[in-house]
């Protein structure tokens, strides 16, 4: 039995269901590069969801966690510390504006926050407007504004009236936004939904909508923010500015943080004891955090993703194949998208072949590597892509864990030094 197949089997036996077993067991990573326990080698293209803003083991995440947590690793929400005043002043110093900051553990905490930062704001009772496919957590909370069906009902009811609505549609959303609405919470793209962009305008009638009924406007960029489409954040783009702002996955760099921001008035609407979390603001993750958002600044990572988004997108779009439709997304946030649903075979293809993506719907594959992938990584995978969709179509499933097709590469010696990396 491999180390892969051993690891996989304890995970069976001891942890709940919910997940399946996932098909690897990684046990390293550096830069845009992972290992499974058996040693094989994988460009990882997906970095843990869009979280590894600069890959794996980069030596500015080390250094600021080992040097805070040598300090003082938690305090609570009792005490003030550095790393966290200084995240939040950092943060708002990137969004150029008038905003306070709640810090905690995750992205779905972070909605939560939203959630009852608007009923503090505007009143409980009031309905919420939401998209039809969007994702904004698992809480109950935040569960309850995801526009999943399969994934929601389930588990209510939740105790929030919610309007439903379709993602980029203006008409419906005119019609749905009236004096009586609290909110509207959208994503500036819908990322599990498959990486759905918006059509032109309509964040800023979005925006309109919302001024003109009295309703604050909830962003949720977990997944976008923090350097994914190249920008700071995806509104940056659109020229507009949300009164609520939520933030996760990238922020940490691979360590748990998440954060609510509230502009203007809607930053002042918690009183003392509305809200809080023991762990939210962790020095070690804040640390972490101001390590990331330094290296993006320093290194100029922002236009690496923008030169090497374009150069994937372009890339898979030029690609002929009967099984590719077309690649939507901008920066380093991708999705290739498929004639049929053939995703999870692409999935595992890649997978035997040492990349790794993600099936985030039936007809769609997602791209959202580390944000310093280099032009170089991303050609390995262009010029494997043709390859991968050729098995997928024909119906080829990955080798099992331990038998891979990817590069095996078990010695420190055959280790990436991060000689790609941007600024380095």
């Not at 947590?69 to 708002?92: D, M, Q, W, Y």
């Not at 999935?347 to 280099?374: E, H, K, T, Y």
Request: hydrophobic share 45%; proline share 6%.
């Amino acid at each position: 039995m491999s180390e892969s197949d051993a690891l996989r089997k304890r995970f069976e036996a001891a942890m709940m269901p919910n997940y399946g077993t996932p098909p690897l067991a990684l046990a390293r990573g550096e830069g845009c590069r992972v290992w499974d326990a058996d040693g094989n080698q994988y460009l990882d293209l997906i970095a843990g969801i869009a979280v590894s803003a600069l890959g794996h083991a980069h030596p500015a995440i080390v250094q600021a966690v080992t040097d805070q947590v040598s300090k003082i690793a938690h305090t609570s929400n009792l005490f003030v510390h550095e790393p966290g005043v200084a995240l939040a002043e950092r943060l708002l110093g990137l969004l150029d504006a008038d905003a306070r900051v709640f810090f905690c553990n995750s992205g779905a905490e972070a909605n939560e926050a939203a959630i009852k930062l608007v009923r503090r704001k505007q009143g409980t009772g009031k309905p919420v407007v939401a998209a039809i496919g969007s994702f904004h957590g698992r809480t109950m909370g935040s569960l309850s504004i995801t526009g999943k069906d399969s994934i929601r009902e389930p588990f209510g009811p939740f105790g929030t009236t919610v309007r439903w609505i379709p993602y980029g549609d203006v008409a419906a959303l005119e019609s749905a936004v009236d004096d009586t609405v609290a909110a509207v919470f959208l994503e500036p793209a819908l990322g599990e939904g498959g990486v759905v962009p918006p059509p032109d305008g309509y964040l800023t009638a979005v925006r309109e909508a919302c001024d003109a009924a009295g309703a604050l406007l909830v962003l949720d960029e977990i997944q976008s923010g923090i350097g994914r489409t190249g920008a700071w954040f995806a509104h940056q783009k659109q020229g507009i500015v949300p009164d609520v702002l939520t933030l996760a996955k990238g922020l940490g760099g691979g360590l748990p943080i998440g954060a609510c921001v509230g502009f203007g008035d809607a930053g002042m609407a918690f009183a003392k004891g509305d809200h809080g979390s023991t762990f939210g603001a962790n020095p070690v993750a804040c640390a972490a955090a101001l390590a990331v958002l330094d290296t993006i600044e320093s290194q100029n990572i922002l236009a690496n993703v923008e030169t090497v988004g374009k150069q994937l997108k372009d890339g898979i779009a030029a690609i002929d194949h009967p099984l590719l439709k077309s690649v939507r997304g901008s920066g380093l946030w991708l999705a290739a998208v498929l004639t049929g649903d053939k995703a999870p075979e692409v999935n595992a293809a890649a997978q035997a072949r040492g990349f790794l993506v993600n099936a985030v719907q039936p007809d769609a594959v997602r791209l959202a590597p580390p944000l310093i992938l280099s032009a170089a990584e991303a050609g390995e995978f262009l010029d494997a892509f043709p390859a991968i969709l050729t098995a997928a179509h024909a119906g080829a499933k990955a080798l099992c864990p331990g038998t891979s097709s990817a590069t095996t590469t078990s010695t420190p010696a055959s280790r990436p030094r991060f000689s790609n990396w941007p600024g380095r």
